[in-house]
């Protein structure tokens, strides 16, 4: 957050007392970088706090999932094409393609629609999908593990954001300071050479 300052210039610049080597503005400079800096350690317990309201959320959405959603077995209507990889991604993941299949809902009603299946399956073959509760193919509900990764993902790329705008802040302000600084030292070359004339 402090680009090219060091942390130990600016921890002299917040030291009480007249160093004629520290400017007014190198102080502002340091205790906007202290402020920004404590905003980012305080907001860890609000952080916190917001991923344990979304992993609530999130279980609640995967217990209403669990309830909503079911297998059911599905029968491959057409053969499946053969999908090849090349090289070595050919032993590293399996051949994954699609075919359109048939299923039943435990009400009696017949549904269709494209699923995965593997590479090369044929018609007549059985995989097993997961449905709503109007029978339609969906995903699978959240497992516990997918809630607790969304969470912990979901806390640090905030926080992370949040870092971001405020390291963001310090350099706009820096740049700032940086101009005024230049500026001052032209006015003070100035002088010196009208002084030596």
């Known amino acids: 957050m402090f680009g090219t300052t060091s942390s130990s210039a600016l921890w002299s610049a917040l030291q009480p007392g007249g160093n004629p080597l520290i400017r007014p503005s190198d102080r502002r400079q340091a205790r906007l970088a202290a402020v920004l800096i404590a905003l980012a350690l305080l907001s860890g317990p609000l952080m916190a706090a917001y991923g344990f309201s979304y992993h609530a959320s999130l279980t609640d959405r995967a217990a209403a999932q669990q309830h909503d959603r079911y297998r059911v077995d599905a029968i491959v209507t057409e053969d499946a094409p053969v999908t090849e990889r090349n090289g070595a991604m050919a032993f590293q993941m399996p051949r994954q393609a699609t075919a359109l299949a048939e299923w039943s ?28 509760g109007d029978g339609d193919r969906t995903t699978a509900p959240l497992s516990p593990g997918q809630t607790v990764t969304a969470a912990v993902l979901a806390t640090i790329g905030t926080w992370l954001l949040f870092v971001a705008a405020l390291a963001g802040i310090y350099v706009l302000m820096r740049v700032r300071l940086d101009r005024e600084r230049y500026a001052a030292w032209e006015r003070e070359w100035r002088e010196f050479d009208e002084h030596r004339t």
């Open 105 to 132: 809902t435990p009400d009696g009603k017949r549904h269709e629609g494209t699923v995965p299946v593997a590479g090369g399956a044929s018609a007549g073959d059985t995989i097993t999908i997961w449905v709503d």
